[in-house]
């Protein structure tokens, strides 16, 4: 089975955490925290920046590495970096997405995440309870 990993940004400003939802592919639809693949070279905070710049026309800061989430999808395994991270500058704008919000703790679970983001998801509210 093909191996793809990918970093991805939990944004997050006034206790809300930033999703964004798939236009395109396989899981059109889904919510997923944004970001994408590294390109050779570059490290996961570097790709993440990059990825965020390309995506969402934003720069953020990588504040802290928040978890790894290893899934596999019926053709492929994942292997989801992912980084607390907020806005320094820029206006979010969707460039790859088709819809956005921002969410509190209380409607994490209001959209349709992809699995391996539910993983996440599940991180994020146990730590809000430890």
Known sequence: MKTIEVVAGIIQKDNKIFATQRGYGDFAGYWEFPGG???????QE???IREL???L???VSVDSFFCTVNYDYPSFHLILHCFLCSIISGEL??????AAKW???ANLL????LPADITVIDSLLQ????
Do not use: C, F, P, Y
């Open 53 to 55: 710049k390309e995506e």
């Open 110 to 113: 209001s959209v349709n995440w």
């Open 127 to 130: 730590r809000e309870h430890n």
């Open 37 to 43: 693949k590294m390109e050779t070279g570059e490290s």
């Open 46 to 48: 570097q790709a993440l």
């Open 57 to 59: 026309n934003v720069i």
């Open 93 to 98: 704008t969707l460039v790859e997405h088709k």
């Open 103 to 105: 969410l509190d703790k």
